[in-house]
């Protein structure tokens, strides 16, 4: 079969299936498959993700199917193994199973935090909604049940390898310190702490810095958001060429807005150039914004500048906003490459689609209520896609939420071309 970039083994359906739509949704073909006689059926995938089934299969059994399925795929650029977000089932065992066939030298990076499904890791303890494992109702599964908190306990009910920890205040210090650790670590099992999306950012980061630095293979262990971090700061793309980024335009100055600007920012390396009332000049804003489109960015941004507290701001000056955002839009989709458009804020999604020159919005779906995305009708941009969002609409992910969606989106339509 065609070589893949990424395989991921997970142990039950559903968990696998989510994890195959993050990687889909960061624009990568994604094929999920139940059994390793069916890995044929992933000719051409991006990413082929297995799952076998073991969650509830005898250890014996389950480290047998691990290493079968890591043998059934040529070699990849990043091997993941899934596990349930309450860490039931073999995972030691299976974590064993890995590093028994993968290359010598291999590491596990174990990051089980999933924050937006309320699952984070804190010196050493997996919790859920902040109370530990073993208190909750995974701790009274029928059939898998877990009797632990500290992640490393569970591991080590499976294997015997050695197994270090990162606490979360040297995660909490940013990549160096982290990649610092890593690299001093011998252990060939890590298991790291993180609460939220940005932790997972930074060690994703640090452990790609390492790669570069010693060569290090790294075999991700999580429940999802952590392996397509890590894929994204190894440098694994769609089977296409680079993809044009998404140009953000955020007029919102809303608390929300802002909470989903540092998520785009922490999360997909978003970059953005802040307007002030004291600078209304959309030639200005867009050479600036220009000026960040370097080779692998996803997502370029202009965004309105919050006043500071107690500033006062005149109306009219406030009024003309959304106009210059637009227009600074309009000069950056005329001058350069860009593969979809988002907007936040009713009005400057008015604005931006009358400086476009488009005669409307051709819907497609619904990303989340009230926020939705399709491509533009009519002008010089006819078929870009675009997604809009109001400003107080959606909790914190909902900004990468729509970017993701617009990824996947032009993934499809640079692999459509790419044939």
């Known amino acids: 079969m065609t070589k893949a970039h990424v395989l991921v083994i997970g142990d039950d359906l559903t968990g696998s299936n989510a ?14 498959v139940s059994g390793v006689d069916r890995v044929v059926c992933a000719d051409g995938a991006d990413v082929v993700v297995l799952n076998l ?17 890591v ?4 070699p990849v650029e990043l091997l993941a193994k899934r596990v349930d977000t309450t860490l039931r089932g073999n995972v030691g065992a299976e974590v064993d199973a890995v590093l028994d066939v993968a290359e010598p030298g291999t590491r596990a990076l174990v990051v089980p935090a999933f924050p937006e499904a309320g699952r984070t890791t804190v010196g050493g303890l997996h919790l859920v909604d902040g109370v530990p494992l073993a208190e909750t109702s995974a701790a009274r599964d029928p059939l898998t049940p877990v009797a632990h908190s500290r992640v490393a306990t569970i591991l080590r009910q499976g294997t015997r390898r050695d197994i270090a920890e990162v606490p979360l205040d040297v995660v909490q210090s940013g990549v160096d310190a982290v990649a610092d650790r890593l690299a001093a670590i011998r252990a060939p099992i890590v298991v790291c702490d993180a609460t939220i999306n940005a932790h997972l950012g930074v060690i994703a ?19 999802g958001p952590f392996a397509v971090l890590l894929a994204t700061a190894l440098g694994i793309g769609p089977g296409v060429s680079p993809l044009p980024p998404v140009l953000a335009v955020v007029g919102s ?10 998520e785009l920012e922490q999360v997909m ?25 370097t ?6 941004g202009i965004r309105t500048r919050p006043p500071a507290p107690g500033e006062r701001v005149d109306h009219d000056t406030a009024a003309r906003i959304p106009r210059v955002l637009a227009e600074a839009a309009a000069i950056l989709l005329a001058e350069h490459r860009f593969g979809g458009l988002y907007a936040t804020g009713g009005d400057i999604a008015e604005a931006t689609t ?4 488009s005669d409307g919005f051709a819907i497609d779906t619904e990303v989340l209520p009230l926020a939705v995305a399709g491509s533009l009708v009519g002008g010089p941009h006819d078929g870009l896609p675009f997604a809009t969002k109001g400003g107080l609409i959606g909790d914190r992910n909902a900004a990468v939420a729509c970017v993701e969606h617009l990824i996947s989106v032009i993934a499809q339509r640079e692999r459509g071309r790419s044939q």
Request: glycine share 8%; proline share 1%; charged share 25%.
């Open 205 to 223: 980061e640090a452990a790609a810095a390492v790669r570069r630095r010693q060569a290090i293979r790294w075999v991700s262990v999580d429940s």
């Open 53 to 69: 089934g073991t969650r509830h299969r005898d250890a014996t059994t389950a480290r047998a199917l691990v290493q079968e399925a």
């Open 253 to 262: 100055i809303t608390g929300t807005t802002g909470d989903q600007v540092r």
């Open 269 to 293: 390396r978003a970059r953005f150039v802040e307007v002030g009332l004291e600078r209304l000049d959309a030639r200005a804003v867009a050479t600036e914004a220009a000026a960040l489109l």
């Open 19 to 32: 994890t195959g739509a993050r990687f889909a949704r960061a624009g990568l073909r994604t094929v999920s």
């Open 295 to 300: 080779p692998g960015a996803r997502v370029v």
């Open 354 to 357: 009358a400086a476009l020159a």
């Open 71 to 74: 043998k059934a795929v040529a």
